[in-house]
């Protein structure tokens, strides 16, 4: 997997070779057309941003984990209050019954795990961050989002895909997120296809420092919901291991609601229900 990346020197010198590695792998896959002139890639980001977080989010989802080690694929039930104004997340486990009433909590740049059946609550540091959350191919940042991709990330258009994966109905803009020097992230980089009427997120592409692409995050089912075409199916494959999967059901999905302070606290996370 991806490393963590306090301070790394080398990276700024990098970044043009990433930059280009990245429009020659992309472009033989995609045959990506140039961009239009005067676009700007923070810009989409943003848009695609406000399309899958807002600045709140209540989200109620199933999470189904299917990989060799496991009979039948596993099925997690869950609730999440997303703030993304105030760099917080909290999440309640409603299903299977052995996990249900687990909790997490994430105060940027803290993250905190309850787990009810030894009655513990536990601070999770950054070092695990990309450890698999519920035994799935998410990872703890994925799902609290620790890191920015807006604040820890520059951005750079690479151009426009025609026909994304899995879209062949839609133009994307495609943009590569390229890690700052002192950013504290998990990935060496990230591309990602945002639809380019809607700015829709329907692909994202994952690599380490050294430039190996390590997982695939598609994106699909996108249903207009409070103005916004969200994606209501994410599914995310570890290239690595081409016969593990998880998928995302969304459920429910309501945007910029009031949330009352006490959702986000260390004393609600042994709430029951």
């Known amino acids: 997997m991806g490393h963590l990346l306090p301070r790394h020197c080398r990276l700024s010198r990098a970044v043009p070779l990433l930059v280009g590695l990245l429009v020659a792998a992309v472009g033989a896959a995609a045959e990506l057309e140039p961009a239009p002139e005067g676009l700007?890639?923070?810009t989409i980001a943003e848009r695609q941003e406000q399309v899958l977080r807002g600045d709140r989010a209540y989200m109620e989802a199933a999470m189904t984990v299917a990989?060799?080690?496991l009979l039948v694929p596993r099925t997690v039930e869950f609730r999440s209050w997303d703030d993304r104004l105030n760099k917080r997340t909290f999440i309640r486990i409603l299903a299977p019954p052995k996990?249900?009433?687990s909790a997490f909590l994430m105060k940027r740049p803290n993250m905190w795990m309850y787990v009810p059946r030894v009655e513990r609550t536990m601070r999770i540091p950054p070092s695990m961050m990309l450890q698999s959350w519920m035994g799935s191919d998410f990872t703890n940042d994925d799902l609290v989002?620790?890191?920015?991709q807006l604040d820890d990330y520059d951005h750079q258009l690479l151009g426009v895909d025609p026909s994304p994966a899995g879209h062949p109905d839609r133009r994307a803009y495609v943009v590569a997120f390229i890690?700052?020097?002192d950013a504290p992230v998990v990935w060496g980089r990230i591309v990602s296809w945002i639809d380019a009427e809607h700015y829709t997120p329907l692909l994202q592409e994952f690599y380490d420092e050294d430039g190996t692409k390590l997982r695939?995050?598609?994106l699909g089912d996108v249903r207009e919901v409070q103005g916004r075409h969200f994606p209501h199916r994410w599914s995310m494959q570890p290239l690595e291991k081409p016969d593990?999967?998880?998928t995302i059901e969304i459920r429910e999905i309501r945007f910029d609601e009031a949330f009352d302070d006490r959702i986000f606290t260390t004393r609600n996370l042994k709430e029951r229900g």
């Open 40 to 42: 700007d890639a923070r």
């Open 67 to 69: 990989s060799p080690r």
């Open 99 to 101: 996990d249900a009433d």
């Open 145 to 148: 989002r620790e890191s920015s």
């Open 179 to 181: 890690p700052r020097e």
């Open 216 to 218: 695939r995050f598609e």
């Open 244 to 246: 593990h999967r998880t």
